[in-house]
């Protein structure tokens, strides 16, 4: 007797006289003795290390060139991390309490220095720049302003210690607020770190 047969035989009086769901009840019954097979092994794919390598530095630079987009389109800082607009449409810098909640892109700023409009990027939900790819930023301004000084520099794509990473973010906030350091400096900067990524990017 084939599975059609045997899903006929169980069914009850009541159910033959109602054929189609007779049917949809006898095949639910016939589909639950069946084995449930084993789910497939899942093994997450590995990237290719050059792939891998190539779109870290693609992140890293599409977070300097939207941080410089903000400060073209925004305003640049000096002195603190943010400003913001004062009575009689003046501006004057935020305090230390007011730039932990202009961190958010929620809050409205005049203008940001360039670690702040790094730090706004990261915490931004509707943006993709994550915390990492900020991160790997302030490692190539950091050999970008080495190269900007006629220092030697590292390459492309390095990835520093954390308590590095934010002596490095002590020395770019001081050149940031620096007397002699013009907006044309920041994104002149800004400029070369883009460059770093491109270059590292094609090894």
Avoid: I
């Amino acid at each position: 007797m084939g599975w059609s047969g045997r899903m006929l035989s169980t069914m009850t009086t009541s159910e033959r006289a109602r054929p189609a769901e007779a049917l949809r009840a006898a095949w639910s019954r016939f589909r639950a003795t069946l084995p449930v097979p084993p789910a497939p092994p899942y093994v997450v794919p590995q990237d290719d290390p050059g792939v891998a390598w190539s779109r870290r530095l693609d992140r890293v630079r599409a977070a300097l060139e939207q941080a410089r987009t903000d400060l073209v389109e925004h305003g640049w800082a000096q002195r603190a991390w943010f400003s913001v607009g004062a009575d009689g449409g003046t501006v004057r810098l935020a305090t230390s309490a007011e730039a932990f909640a202009l961190v958010r892109p929620t809050g409205t700023v005049a203008g940001a220095c360039l670690v702040g409009a790094m730090l706004r990027r990261a915490e931004d939900p509707d943006r993709a720049t994550t915390h990492d790819d900020v991160w790997g930023a302030v490692d190539e301004l950091y050999e970008a302003l080495h190269e900007r000084m006629g220092h030697g520099s590292l390459p492309p794509g390095r990835v520093d210690a954390h308590h590095r990473r934010q002596a490095k973010l002590r020395v770019l906030t001081a050149w940031n607020d620096a007397p002699t350091t013009t907006r044309a400096d920041v994104l002149d900067l800004l400029d070369r770190a883009v460059s770093r990524t491109v270059v590292g990017a094609c090894r």
